[in-house]
């Protein structure tokens, strides 16, 4: 199975920061990821698929880089509704598998 | 508007079976392949079983191969998951989600499945 490695597993930034959360996939996926948000409580809700698509009516202070085995999500301007733990997902083959998450915390 | 409700969850005793159902609704349900994603208490997302739109294609996690069965049903809009012999360690909440090509876009409420003595 391919394994996700998701950095860092938290973050504390202040509201207007530029965030970055990185995801590295053991071997190649081409653009097969997407990134999801969870907020406590609720289920996952897609905000980029195919690397670096937004989910129609996403925030545009998200975005999503990389290609391969490497790849980004990059919040600009972080909001106070932007608290939630992010996971990566790879969906280039079976079993698709996530990575461990980042809990991003406001300062 | 596009709907994926979780239902049959509840709490088991260890080896027993039960059966989860995800009923859909406001989209083309046979266009779409569909997916169970658990999460145990306090941890990060699993995915664990996926079946293709056709029903033609069926995935499972290597922890639950030969224990759990994924079906669905075009004509009623609906995907179950059928669990036989859990453990402890299948305790979590499940998700169906939806994916039409790509990552999953529309999710369930989730449904919470206990096994405990």
């Known amino acids: 199975a391919i394994q996700m490695t998701q950095s860092p597993s938290s973050l504390s930034a202040s509201v207007g920061d530029r965030v970055t959360i990185t995801c590295r996939s053991s071997q190649g996926i081409g653009h097969d990821l997407g990134w999801l948000q969870q907020k406590p409580g609720k289920p996952p809700k897609l905000l980029i698929y195919v690397a670096s698509t937004v989910q129609g009516g996403g925030p545009s202070r998200f975005s999503g880089s990389g290609s391969g085995t490497d790849f980004t999500l990059t919040i600009n301007s972080l909001q106070p509704e932007d608290v939630a733990t992010y996971y990566c997902?790879?969906?280039?083959?079976?079993?698709?598998?996530f990575g461990q998450g980042t809990k991003v915390e406001i300062k | 508007q596009v709907q994926l409700v979780e239902s049959g969850g509840g709490v088991v005793q260890p080896g027993r079976s039960l059966r989860l159902s995800c009923a859909t609704s406001g989209f083309s349900f046979s266009n779409y392949a569909i997916l169970w994603v658990r999460q145990a208490p306090g941890k990060g997302l699993e995915w664990v079983a996926g079946i293709s739109y056709d029903a033609r294609n069926k995935n499972y996690a290597d922890s639950v191969k030969g224990r759990f069965a994924i079906s669905r049903d075009n004509s009623k809009s609906t995907v179950s998951l059928q669990m036989n012999n859990l453990r402890s360690d299948d305790t979590a909440t499940y998700y169906c989600a939806r994916s039409f090509t790509a990552s999953p876009d529309h999710w369930g409420q989730g449904t919470l499945v206990t096994v405990s003595s």
């Open positions: 997902l790879q969906n280039y083959n079976f079993p698709w598998t």
